[in-house]
């Protein structure tokens, strides 16, 4: 964790301690108004526009309160749009002092950040800071999954963890979207609220000093990083090993088939099979059926296995894995038939494996069949496809799902800046503006890798702007179609420099 600016340790400090002893409010507001205005001399430019509230005021009926609120704001009374706001509270003989740091919507409603709060990429930055802070400082925090929904308070079970802020909740529960209590240690206090701070200023568009740019950047490169998490082949392979049959999902051109070409190569030194799935594949061709053959001038019929009997005939003894390429471009229900009442995954770790009855016996004289301890599944579908079938329920329980999203470090590590400009813009764009069922759509970074300029200029040509028009096309990208063809036009407009 990079270390804070001093007047950024003082402010988190400050507002840790919580609410001060009776006559003291008058000195802390002072310390703390003069902390807020040096952040603007030290972590952000002097010019920057915004406007503080500090309200720490005595009584029993009032809720004490400070931070950062619109600038366009009124100096008093109520306030509207995106606020990042502490609510401080008194300590007592048992207990300290203490803060809750919040995103909150004024109680004026959504304007003037309706553009902010209705975003989608908003409540994904505060789902991924929820993750980054609970992973790198241990704490706990809570945000809806709608910050514009004004209707929605803080649930019960959320109060229950933070007893000492109802009054809190009481007054404003259904304006908070987001929060986290300051915690008592100082350097996990500062590093909770500089990225509460810095998340606030990223939406605000506050533009960093030079001095504090690496830490801010490494904070955004964070939370992008819990959007769109990075998963590497051999956590692929540990949860094949745990769970047994796992599917590989995500946008196009992620590496999915390829990864599971690899573990296939690399993990099960080549034993196994490849099959790819398409609507023609049925019940006959994957588990077993009746077939035709020609021999001596004659027509006869035999009973022929499919994919998944060969698979267990062939798997021997050593861990064998059956590669399902698109397994969701046919219906898996139908194609499985009874054969579903075999994927157990923990009854075969168990030498339990359940056994199915064959509607004819196969060329071996056996009707039996059952997944041996040694065979695995691994399949890869694409999540953008909307003429694949939808993998029922019955289906997914008996699998794990590994959702493969596309990885900027990738394409950094080759080299090329327009690839790594076009890639981070494009992510940037989906992350903000999706929604969950566009999110899918992104591309993945297969686009934008290459060998040499001329190689990548010509897939972004050729291969990714037509993508791109097709989704435009298609109606799938309504809800940011005007941002998606403006990034078009900026692309356009690179490949055709130095052309």
Known sequence: MAEASTALQQLARLAAKGLPRQGEAGALTEQ???????????????????????????????????????????????????????????????????SLITFVCGTRGLAPDEHILGRPGHARNLEALKRYLAEQVGVRMWCKHDPANLSQTVPEVVRRSYPRFKDVFGRYGEYLYAMAELPPDESAAVAVFSAFLDLYAWERGWTPLSSAQGEIQRLQNALRSKIFPSVNRKDVVDLLFERRFVILQGPPGTGKSRMADEILRQDFRGNGMSVQFHPAVTYETFISGIAPQVGSGNLTFAVRSGTLVDAIQQAGREPYLLHI????????????????????????????????????????GRQEISIPPNLYILGTMNSADRSIAILDLAVRRRFAFVDIWPNLEVIEDQGLELGTTAFAYLIDLFRQYANEESLCLLPGHAYFLADSEAELRNRLQFELLPLLRDYIRDGRVGQFESELRAYIGWLEGELALNA
């Open 325 to 364: 390429d698109e397994i969701n471009r046919a219906d898996l229900g139908s194609i499985l038939g009874e054969a579903i009442y075999l994927l157990e995954a923990r009854e075969i770790s168990q030498g339990q494996a359940r056994q199915v009855r064959l509607p004819q016996p196969l060329s071996d």
């Open 32 to 98: 703390i108004e003069q902390a807020m205005e040096e952040i603007f001399r030290e972590r952000y430019r002097r010019d920057t526009h915004w406007l503080k509230r500090v309200r720490y005021m005595e009584g029993d009926s009032n809720v004490p309160f400070a931070g950062f609120v619109h600038p366009e704001s009124p100096s008093s009374g109520q306030y509207g749009g995106m606020s990042l706001i502490w609510f401080p509270v008194r300590g007592d003989e048992n207990e300290s002092g203490a």
